[in-house]
Nanobody, 115 residues
Framework: EVQLVESGGGLVQAGGSLRLSCAAS????????MGWFRQAPGKEREGVSCITNDGSTYYTDSVKGRFTISRDNAKNTVYLQMNSLKTEDTAVYYC?????????WGEGILVTVSS
């Protein structure tokens, strides 16, 4: 059974940092790209960042230069280091991966950035 379990969210002041973690199980982690999405109140879910199995990374424009995605294949974990957080980064963050056209999501974790 595939499981994606996020941790590391919480409340932080604008300008602060948080690191999200996603522990994956139930599939061969090394073989797949992993991603982070987020959904802000009243908005659609959007892609934030992803990392391929060979370590290439991609970011949505609004987080470039502030967020860093990484993975530890030995721990089956993907991370999202979030620096210089802004109030508009407030959202529920979801870990994601897809295989053979099927998508898998974590339950999500709340990140709240206060002004």
């Amino acid at each position: 059974e595939v499981q994606l379990v996020e941790s590391g969210g919480g409340l932080v002041q604008a300008g602060g940092s948080l690191r999200l973690s996603c522990a994956a199980s139930g599939f061969t982690f090394d073989d797949y790209s992993m991603g982070w999405f987020r959904q802000a109140p009243g908005k659609e879910r959007e892609g934030v960042s992803c990392i391929t199995n060979d370590g290439s990374t991609y970011y949505t424009d609004s987080v470039k230069g502030r967020f860093t995605i990484s993975r530890d294949n030995a721990k089956n974990t993907v991370y999202l280091q979030m620096n210089s957080l802004k109030t508009e980064d407030t959202a529920v963050y979801y870990c994601h991966y897809a295989r053979f056209g099927r998508e898998y999501w974590g339950e999500g974790i709340l990140v709240t950035v206060s002004s």
